[in-house]
């Protein structure tokens, strides 16, 4: 009996342990694969906003600081697609420097370069002759001998 026993609980164990599966098969392991990349750029504009009216203008500004001598400047007036102006700047070596300007439509810009005053260039001052430098004469002195 003992043995009929083992024997049936030898073989509820057997049934029990069966591992056949009885549903879906496991999902297969995940894998990455990125998307590919799209791009779209904006389409380009090649036409510019058209003003609701011509432009028109007209400013001037100047700087002169006697301290320092600086003495700068500029005006310019705007009509449309016709521009008019100057400026001016002191120079460093005393002369003034004055540019007059125009640019009528697709023409360009169109300079005329005056210059007011001398060139005037300071003398150079030299350090004169070449400093004379003489180190002094090495001493060595003998050390004496301590007997203690």
Known sequence: MALKLVLLF???????????????PPPP??????????YSAPAPSYSAPQPV???????????????SGNDYGHQ???????TQGSYYVQL???????????VNGDSGFVAQVNYQGEAQYPTQQG?????????????YQQPRPSYA
């Open 76 to 82: 310019e007036a705007r009509d449309g697609y016709d």
């Open 29 to 38: 392991p995940p894998t990455y694969s990125p998307p590919a990349p799209t």
């Open 92 to 102: 460093p070596d005393g002369r003034l420097q004055q540019v007059t300007y125009t």
């Open 10 to 24: 030898a073989f509820v164990a057997v049934a029990l342990a069966d591992t056949t599966p009885y549903g879906p």
């Open 127 to 139: 350090y004169g002759s070449a400093p004379s430098y003489q180190a002094p004469a090495p001493s």
């Open 53 to 67: 009216s011509p432009p028109k203008y007209d400013f001037t500004w100047n700087v002169k600081d006697d301290y």
